[in-house]
T-cell receptor
Framework: GNSVTQMEGPVTLSEEAFLTINCTYTATGYPSLFWYVQYPGEGLQLLLKATKADDKGSNKGFEATYRKETTSFHLEKGSVQVSDSAVYFCALRSGGSYIPTFGRGTSLIVHP | GAGVSQSPSNKVTEKGKDVELRCDPISGHTALYWYRQSLGQGLEFLIYFQGNSAPDKSGLPSDRFSAERTGGSVSTLTIQRTQQEDSAVYLC????????????FGPGTRLTVL
């Protein structure tokens, strides 16, 4: 079956630090990959996505590259802000299923 | 335009009581999902509706849980004889088409069973 593994949090950084949140997956076929972000008290919202190998999704300074050879989709940002403090979820949807598989989420805390 | 809305935002109930949680998806979205998010856990899939097709109920944890979607729009998740382990945030999401993958989430309903 499909699964998504994320690094455990919380990840605590100072403002302007470099961010990496690791995500690896197992899936049948060729999945689409997603990062969602959940700000405190809100629902999840799509941050970025990639639908095929070597695609790079990007949004709001965040990037992630679909690496088929390592089955990874790590989230990166060059300089985090306090407002980036949230929980980040990696997810996949494989072609044969309409039900996405989510990771457990990684909490990011950014200090001024 | 309006996003996905859910009501109530918070619900406190006593063990053994029934609860109903409501989800209003984005207009025109044919796919609707319910998830449960427990403290420190990821999203647990519960049920999925696509248009007028029979729902995929494979994620419902017990027969105390049920959901319906009327007219292809509003959905209600019902939990009968609530238990303390049902305490969680219940999230609803919709998507234009299930095959597109991108989901739009509501803010959730926080359920507390005393």
């Amino acid at each position: 079956g499909n699964s998504v593994t994320q690094m455990e949090g919380p990840v605590t950084l100072s403002e302007e630090a470099f961010l990496t949140i690791n995500c690896t997956y197992t899936a049948t076929g060729y999945p689409s990959l997603f990062w969602y972000v959940q700000y405190p008290g809100e629902g999840l919202q799509l941050l970025l996505k990639a639908t095929k190998a070597d695609d790079k999704g990007s949004n709001k300074g965040f990037e992630a590259t679909y690496r088929k050879e390592t089955t990874s989709f790590h989230l990166e940002k060059g300089s985090v802000q306090v407002s980036d403090s949230a929980v980040y979820f990696c997810a996949l949807r494989s072609g044969g299923s309409y039900i996405p598989t989510f990771g457990r989420g990684t909490s990011l805390i950014v200090h001024p | 335009g309006a996003g996905v809305s859910q009501s109530p935002s918070n619900k406190v109930t006593e063990k053994g009581k029934d609860v109903e949680l409501r989800c209003d998806p984005i207009s025109g979205h044919t796919a609707l999902y319910w998830y449960r998010q427990s403290l420190g856990q990821g999203l647990e899939f519960l049920i999925y509706f696509q248009g007028n097709s029979a729902p995929d109920k494979s994620g419902l944890p017990s027969d105390r849980f049920s959901a319906e979607r009327t007219g292809g729009s509003v959905s209600t998740l019902t939990i009968q004889r609530t238990q303390q382990e049902d305490s969680a945030v219940y999230l609803c999401a919709s998507s234009l088409e299930a095959s597109k993958g991108e989901q739009f989430f509501g803010p959730g309903t926080r359920l507390t069973v005393l």
